[in-house]
Structures are given as structure tokens and as C-alpha cells.
């Protein structure tokens, strides 16, 4: 999507509907687009600075960690549970009709140089809850990351299935020690 391109209403239209199960994603989903259309489409200070203070006001109210305006997500954007605990670093580009669930962390490694873009994820992408996407990351068209997987400066090819790491058993208890 190119900036130039973006419509807030019909963006707000088309994610408010995908995301209208819960008032909480709703007023998540607001606060980020406002955000993010003062100040990459109208760089509009006034509005800027209302927006942002409408974003503190709605992360006080439901505990939600909204990205910062400089990231850019693509309409279509689907947050099951209103961006809780999720941590976007600026430097992320993430692509239309994305899932991205609660406790995911897209962000950078200390000491390495970036840039925007540097952490693409693609078109189609599902993040499941707990994943962490450090580096920089190329995500493929359609991928699936599992809960709690673990992406380090990796590129991943399109509709590519990624997952955590299975449990394992380490001992087991006495049955006469466990209360």
C-alpha cells in the first residue's frame, strides 16, 4: 500500500468490521490508525498530539501497548485481544489482512543498524500469542508462526508453517511429594 493511497475511513470501515467482536479492539485498532494517519499522511501536529493523547487514554483504560505511528501496517490489520502486551518496534513493515494475537514482540537486536523495513511481514501472516520476531526478518506471504515460536533474523518463505519448540518432560514427581 502506498501512503498516498490510504483512505482512514475506509480502512477504519473495513478493520472496525473485522474486528468488531470486542470494544477493546475496536478502540485499539482507532487509536492506532489516528495515530498513524496524522502523522504519516497529514502531518497534522494538532491532530497529532490529540490523537496521541486519545492512543495513552485507550492503552490506560485497556492495558494495550499500541505501536508507535511510524510503523506501518496495511489495512486489514485483526488483533483477537486488542494489542495486549504486543511490543512493535519503528522499524517494522507489516503487510495487509495480518492476525497478530497478544504477548508478540516484533522487534530489533541490540547493537545492529536498521532501517524501515528492515523486519518485513508480508501479506496473509498469522502470529500466534507469545511469538517473538527478533532481527531482521523477512516473513513470507501466508505464513503461520505458532504460539510462543521464537524468529531470529531469519527469513521465512511464504505459507510456511513456524512453531515452538515441543514440551518435554524433564522428571517426574513422586506421587507422594506432589500437594
Request: hydrophobic letters at 40%; charged letters at 25%.
Amino acid at each position: 500500500m502506498k501512503l498516498a493511497d490510504f483512505n482512514l475511513k475506509r480502512v477504519l470501515k473495513q478493520e472496525l468490521e473485522i474486528n468488531k467482536e470486542g470494544w477493546k479492539r475496536r478502540l485499539a485498532i482507532k487509536a492506532y490508525r489516528y495515530k498513524f494517519y496524522y502523522f504519516q499522511i497529514r502531518k497534522n501536529r494538532v491532530m497529532l498530539f490529540l490523537s496521541k493523547i486519545f492512543s495513552l487514554f485507550v492503552s490506560y483504560i485497556i492495558r494495550s501497548n499500541i505501536p508507535t505511528e511510524r510503523v506501518v501496517i496495511d489495512p486489514g490489520l485483526r488483533i483477537p485481544h486488542a494489542f495486549d502486551n504486543v511490543i512493535i518496534t519503528p522499524f517494522a513493515k507489516i503487510g495487509k489482512n495480518v492476525t497478530i494475537y497478544h504477548d508478540v514482540t516484533i522487534g530489533i537486536i541490540d547493537g545492529e543498524t536498521y532501517s524501515f523495513g528492515d523486519i518485513l511481514i508480508e501479506d496473509d501472516v498469522f502470529i500466534g500469542a507469545g511469538a517473538k520476531i527478533i532481527g531482521k526478518c523477512k516473513i513470507g506471504k501466508g505464513t503461520k508462526i505458532g504460539a510462543n515460536a521464537l524468529v531470529i533474523s531469519e527469513k521465512i518463505p511464504p505459507y510456511s508453517i513456524v512453531f515452538a519448540p515441543k514440551a518435554t518432560i524433564i522428571s517426574k514427581r513422586d506421587s507422594e511429594n506432589k500437594k
